[in-house]
């Protein structure tokens, strides 16, 4: 595989689509390049966690919303394409979706009402060109789960500590929230969003 990846260039969405392989393996298109999405054992134990408590607030709420196994965003660029770490999907709007029956993808901001990004250590992606593209697309809520303080002062502050930041869509602008410890993590999507304080998504 990583020799087959040497080989490739810059890739178009559409070349990104017909490459995929039906292997298990996840990847995400930055700038035409394939960039391997490989999550060590806790991210992936709190992407399970986040999922679990949102399908409950989902049956709770009787919402038409349920949460993919995998889907892929496409923004605007005609060179990016995304796979959130936890994505909440309307299936209602997925009516209007070209791509989902054949793709698992999406074009429009409407389908998602969430999608939450678990920070690595390519977060700079998260608060910046993925924050953008999200916000642009009208996508109504955007979490950055940083469980291990990972990222910039500029994005989680001074003294570094463990964060989740909601990214709330008012006016089609993002409004930032941060929650820390103890603090009641609030979601305008999930009302109390299954998560009584933001440790109870930390490890």
């Known amino acids: 595989m990583a020799r087959e990846l040497q080989q490739i260039q810059k890739l178009t969405f559409e070349e990104f689509l017909d490459?995929?392989?039906?292997?298990?393996?996840?990847?995400?298109?930055?700038?035409?390049?394939l960039v391997e999405m490989r999550?060590?054992?806790?991210?992936e134990e709190?992407?399970?966690?986040i999922t679990r408590k949102l399908d409950r607030e989902i049956e709770r709420l009787s919402l038409p919303y349920f949460i993919p196994?995998?889907?892929?965003?496409?923004?605007?660029?005609?060179t990016d394409a995304y796979l959130p770490d936890v994505i909440v999907l309307d299936r209602q709007a997925l009516q209007k979706e070209p791509l989902w029956k054949t793709a698992s993808t999406i074009i429009y901001g409407?389908?998602?009402?969430l999608v939450?990004?678990?920070?690595?250590?390519?977060?700079?992606?998260?608060?910046?060109?993925k924050l953008e593209d999200y916000e642009a697309m009208g996508i109504r809520e955007y979490w950055i789960v940083d469980y291990r303080a990972l990222d910039g002062k500029r994005f989680i502050g001074d003294p570094k500590q463990p964060?989740?930041?909601?990214?709330?869509?008012?006016?089609?602008?993002?409004?930032?929230?941060?929650f820390r410890a103890n603090d009641p993590v609030q979601s305008r999507i999930f009302f109390r969003a299954g998560f009584?304080?933001?440790?109870?998504?930390?490890?």
């Open 19 to 33: 490459w995929y392989p039906n292997d298990g393996s996840r990847y995400e298109l930055i700038d035409g390049e």
């Open 39 to 43: 999550p060590i054992g806790d991210h």
């Open 46 to 49: 709190l992407a399970g966690l």
């Open 69 to 78: 196994k995998s889907c892929c965003v496409k923004p605007e660029s005609a």
């Open 110 to 113: 409407s389908s998602a009402p």
């Open 116 to 129: 939450v990004e678990i920070a690595s250590t390519n977060g700079q992606d998260d608060y910046a060109r």
């Open 163 to 178: 964060t989740v930041s909601i990214y709330q869509l008012i006016d089609d602008r993002y409004q930032a929230q941060q």
């Open 196 to 203: 009584r304080r933001s440790r109870d998504i930390e490890f």
